[in-house]
Nanobody, 121 residues
Framework: QVQLVESGGGLVQAGGSLRLSCAAS????????MAWYRQAPGKQREEVANLTRGSTTNYVDSVKGRFTISSDNAKNTVYLHMNSLKPEDTAVYYCDALVLLDPLGSTWYGWGQGTQVTVSS
């Protein structure tokens, strides 16, 4: 149905920046919502940021002022701009999407394979 592919992760020193990308492909009419999650070793998966159809953004407190979620609707792609990275940001980052498949209102929800972000001291 729909495939989500995350990219842009890597190794960066504390204080550095990265931009993650999530590209959605498939029979998509509209992406209603996209979100970024992360999971660090030994910890639960948490939502980092989300972007709704109305361009409303939400962030977990720990990343406010440092991370920015945005989208390029023509490319069905969402981005996560990460600035002032800290070692505690180290995790696998996943993209989730709620997608409208047809005019009758059928939707798809899922996530990608993830991209590793490692922040060194």
């Amino acid at each position: 149905q729909v495939q989500l592919v995350e990219s842009g992760g890597g190794l960066v020193q504390a204080g550095g920046s990265l931009r993650l990308s999530c590209a959605a492909s498939g029979s998509i009419i509209r992406i209603n919502e996209m979100a970024w999650y992360r999971q660090a070793p030994g910890k639960q998966r948490e939502e980092v940021a989300n972007l709704t159809r109305g361009s409303t953004t939400n962030y977990v407190d720990s990343v406010k002022g440092r991370f920015t979620i945005s989208s390029d609707n023509a490319k069905n792609t969402v981005y996560l701009h990460m600035n002032s990275l800290k070692p505690e940001d180290t995790a696998v980052y996943y993209c989730d999407a709620l997608v409208l498949l047809d005019p009758l209102g059928s939707t798809w929800y899922g996530w990608g394979q993830g991209t590793q972000v490692t922040v060194s001291s």
